[in-house]
C-alpha cells in the first residue's frame, strides 16, 4: 500500500521554539489514524507540516509523494485542512463562500450543492451570510467545502469542537467515505470516544513526538470510558482527535467585492 504521508525526524520550529522534535510518522493510502496527545504535543504542528503551512528544520516529509523541503506549496491544492478557527468571508452568502473557495482549490462545484445539502446548509441557511452563522454552523460549511472538494488528504484539527450530535454522525460518515474512496485522513482530537472509532490507528504525541502508535481497537479498550477492560481517560492521552487550504485555516484576504478576492 502506498504512503500519504511520511514523516522522519521531522523537526519544526515556531519562533525558536521545537513544535515538533524528530517526529516518526506514516499514513498510508486511505487511512485514517488518529493524533492523541495533551496540549502542546505537537498535533497542530504535524498537521501544518502536512499541510505544507509549517516548514521543516530537519528531516524528512513526505505527503502524497511530493518532498515538502523541496516546495512545500505545491501539496496544497491536494490537501484539505480544517483548523481550529474557520475563516469565511462574513459579507458572503454560506452558498457563496463553498463556491468560492472550492472554485479557488481547483476543484469542480459540481459537488456544491450537494455537499451543502447533506450538511443542512440550504434554503435560507444558504443565502445567510456568513458573518450571522454560529461557530458550529461555520464548522458545517467548512467540512461541506471538503466534501465538495475531496482532497487526497483530509488534516482535521479538532473536527468535532461546535458540532451538535447531527453534525458529528455526518462527519464520521464523510470521513469514512473519504477513506473508502481511496483518501487518507489524519485527525487531531481531544475526544477520543467519538475519534478513535472513525480510525484505523492512534498515534500518541509527546513533546513533539511520535511515541507509539497502535491499532485503533485497542486504543478502544485503553482509553475510552466504558470500553471493556478500559482504564478510562489517562494523565497523557485524555486530550486528543491552494487557497481552499489556507481559508480554512487563516484569515481571507480583503474581498474587492461579492465576486472575489485580492490575493497579495
Request: charged share 20%.
Given at each position: 500500500?502506498?504512503?500519504?504521508?511520511?514523516?522522519?525526524?521531522?523537526?519544526?520550529?515556531?519562533?525558536?521554539?521545537?513544535?515538533?522534535?524528530?517526529?516518526?510518522?506514516?499514513?498510508?493510502?486511505?487511512?485514517?489514524?488518529?493524533?492523541a496527545?495533551?496540549?502542546?504535543?505537537?498535533?497542530?504542528?504535524?498537521?501544518?507540516?502536512?499541510?505544507?503551512?509549517?516548514?521543516?528544520?530537519?528531516?524528512?516529509?513526505?505527503?502524497?509523494?511530493?518532498?515538502?523541503?523541496?516546495?512545500?506549496?505545491?501539496?496544497?491544492?491536494?490537501?484539505?485542512?480544517?483548523?481550529?478557527?474557520?475563516?469565511?468571508?462574513?459579507?458572503?452568502?454560506?452558498?457563496?463562500?463553498?463556491?468560492?473557495?472550492?472554485?479557488?482549490?481547483g476543484?469542480?462545484?459540481?459537488?456544491?450543492?450537494?455537499?451543502?445539502?447533506?450538511?443542512?446548509?440550504?434554503?435560507?441557511?444558504?443565502?445567510?451570510?456568513?458573518?450571522?452563522?454560529?461557530?458550529?454552523?461555520?464548522?458545517?460549511?467548512?467540512?461541506?467545502?471538503?466534501?465538495?472538494?475531496?482532497?487526497?488528504?483530509?488534516?482535521?484539527?479538532?473536527?468535532?469542537?461546535g458540532?451538535?450530535a447531527?453534525?458529528?454522525?455526518?462527519?464520521?460518515?464523510?470521513?469514512?467515505?473519504?477513506?473508502?474512496?481511496?483518501?487518507?485522513?489524519?485527525?487531531?482530537?481531544?475526544?477520543?470516544?467519538?475519534?478513535?472509532?472513525?480510525?484505523?490507528?492512534?498515534?500518541?504525541?509527546?513533546?513533539?513526538?511520535?511515541?507509539d502508535?497502535?491499532?485503533?481497537?485497542?486504543?478502544?479498550?485503553?482509553s475510552?470510558?466504558?470500553?471493556?477492560?478500559?482504564?478510562?481517560?489517562?494523565?497523557?492521552?485524555?486530550?486528543?482527535?491552494?487557497?481552499?487550504?489556507?481559508?480554512?485555516?487563516?484569515?481571507?484576504?480583503?474581498?474587492?467585492?461579492?465576486?472575489?478576492?485580492?490575493?497579495?
Amino acid at each position: 500500500m502506498s504512503r500519504a504521508v511520511l514523516l522522519r525526524d521531522a523537526v519544526a520550529l515556531v519562533g525558536r521554539f521545537p513544535a515538533l522534535a524528530g517526529a516518526d510518522l506514516t499514513v498510508d493510502r486511505g487511512e485514517v489514524v488518529v493524533l492523541a496527545g495533551p496540549n502542546g504535543a505537537g498535533k497542530t504542528s504535524l498537521l501544518r507540516v502536512c499541510a505544507g503551512l509549517l516548514a521543516l528544520s530537519r528531516g524528512e516529509a513526505v505527503v502524497l509523494g511530493r518532498d515538502l523541503r523541496g516546495d512545500a506549496s505545491s501539496v496544497r491544492r491536494h490537501v484539505g485542512m480544517l483548523g481550529h478557527a474557520v475563516a469565511l468571508y462574513d459579507d458572503l452568502t454560506v452558498a457563496e463562500n463553498a463556491r468560492f473557495f472550492v472554485r479557488a482549490s481547483g476543484a469542480s462545484e459540481v459537488r456544491v450543492g450537494q455537499a451543502l445539502e447533506r450538511f443542512g446548509l440550504v434554503g435560507r441557511l444558504a443565502r445567510t451570510p456568513a458573518g450571522r452563522l454560529s461557530a458550529g454552523q461555520r464548522r458545517r460549511v467548512a467540512l461541506a467545502v471538503l466534501a465538495a472538494r475531496r482532497p487526497e488528504l483530509w488534516l482535521l484539527d479538532e473536527p468535532h469542537a461546535g458540532l451538535d450530535a447531527g453534525a458529528r454522525s455526518l462527519l464520521a460518515e464523510t470521513v469514512g467515505e473519504a477513506a473508502a474512496e481511496g483518501s487518507s485522513v489524519l485527525l487531531a482530537s481531544h475526544e477520543l470516544a467519538v475519534s478513535v472509532p472513525l480510525a484505523h490507528r492512534v498515534a500518541q504525541m509527546a513533546g513533539g513526538r511520535v511515541v507509539d502508535v497502535s491499532p485503533a481497537a485497542r486504543a478502544v479498550t485503553e482509553s475510552v470510558p466504558g470500553a471493556a477492560g478500559g482504564r478510562g481517560p489517562q494523565a497523557d492521552c485524555g486530550k486528543v482527535p491552494g487557497a481552499a487550504l489556507e481559508v480554512l485555516s487563516s484569515p481571507p484576504p480583503p474581498v474587492s467585492d461579492r465576486g472575489g478576492a485580492h490575493v497579495a
